[in-house]
């Protein structure tokens, strides 16, 4: 029996190799993106401002990153002891005001650099909803848990929204002209904003999003959040909230982006380090001193020492190479152990 729909998103014209450059950046899917990235062996600054809903905050980091600028001195505060910042998400804390000031700084420029030399930016919007700090009448990433009377909740407008992510855009093309943007709506519904508010806020980012592409022939949208409300529309594919995507959810996702998104070689790629990382998490079922497995890890080592020609497998070939040792020195008398 079928319990869904299959949706095959558009391929995207300007494919992702093996050696592309990508930052990811937004919500959490975002984040679940990049580790998928990652996890591919692809070189991936992964979501390094941490979660950030709204495009408002988006738009404001970026601008700051490319712009060689530090953060408002204004905007930090202190919450039991732990300093955070109210354009960045809770995830980048300090016990220290110096610290957090340094470490934020060095985020901003470590992302302003992989910017100028990217070759894709996945940018995921989450939600059009925004809090605003009443003292400073400015836009907060995050709250940081302190008194919801300090914030004013609300919905951005579409024409502002719209405006500032083409000004965003138009600073991206300015700074590094190949660079390609995919642009996602985030598939986790905010119940908390309730399902009206949440319904009306998606509608929101994903017009945005369509403008967008109508604008830019090097923005392209890929269609995460359709996959999941209508391709997956069932509660087996949702964590025990039932609000967030689970990791069956999210590989099938990966799925249909690498199959719209990668080139062939990648695509190829993929398929073959999948199977390498099927056999690295191998554990032997009747102990690890067998003549088989030795020749399996070392058909093993042959394979990653191939890979190596593209990508860095230095961590793997370690492993693999600390484990052959292991297996040899069980086959040697107490006294002639090899070093490792």
């Not at 190949?178 to 642009?183: C, D, G, P, Q």
């Amino acid at each position: 029996m079928h319990f869904h729909t299959e949706l095959t998103p558009e391929p995207i014209p300007y494919s992702i190799g093996l050696t592309s450059r990508i930052v990811t950046l937004g919500s959490c899917f975002a984040e679940v993106m990049g580790r998928r990235l990652a996890d591919h062996k692809l070189t991936v600054l992964n979501n390094p401002f941490g979660t950030l809903f709204n495009p408002v905050s988006l738009v404001k980091l970026v601008s700051l990153a490319l712009d060689d600028e530090t953060p408002d001195d204004t905007r930090y505060v202190n919450r039991d002891g732990v300093w955070f910042h109210y354009d960045f998400h809770s995830s980048l804390w300090a016990r220290s005001l110096p610290e957090l000031r340094a470490s934020l700084q060095n985020v901003l420029a470590e992302t302003g650099a992989f910017l100028r030399t990217a070759d894709y930016l996945l940018l995921t919007l989450g939600s059009a909803l925004v809090y605003r700090h009443l003292e400073t009448s400015q836009v907060v990433a995050s709250c940081h848990k302190m008194p919801g009377a300090l914030f004013q909740k609300y919905m951005y407008s579409y024409e502002y929204m719209l405006d500032d992510m083409k000004r965003l855009l138009k600073r991206l093309h300015r700074v590094n002209p190949h660079l390609k943007v995919i642009l996602t709506v985030s598939p986790v519904r905010h119940t908390r904003d309730t399902l009206p508010l949440n319904s009306a806020s998606k509608a929101t980012l994903r017009v945005v999003a369509h403008e967008l592409t109508l604008w830019h022939d090097w923005v392209q949208y890929f269609p995460a959040y359709e996959i999941m409300l209508d391709d997956l529309r069932d509660y087996r594919f949702y964590e025990s909230d039932l609000i967030h995507p689970n990791s069956q959810a999210h590989d099938y996702i990966f799925e249909k982006f690498a199959a719209s998104a990668f080139d062939d070689e990648l695509r190829t790629f993929v398929a073959d380090w999948k199977a390498v990382s099927t056999s690295l998490a191998h554990r032997p079922l009747y102990g690890t001193d067998s003549s088989a497995y030795q020749q399996f890890l070392i058909r093993l080592q042959e394979k990653l020492e191939k890979l190596s020609g593209y990508v860095d497998v230095s961590t793997e070939l370690a492993e693999v190479q600390s484990r052959l040792t292991r297996q040899k020195n069980q086959d040697l008398e107490p006294g002639e152990k090899q070093s490792a």
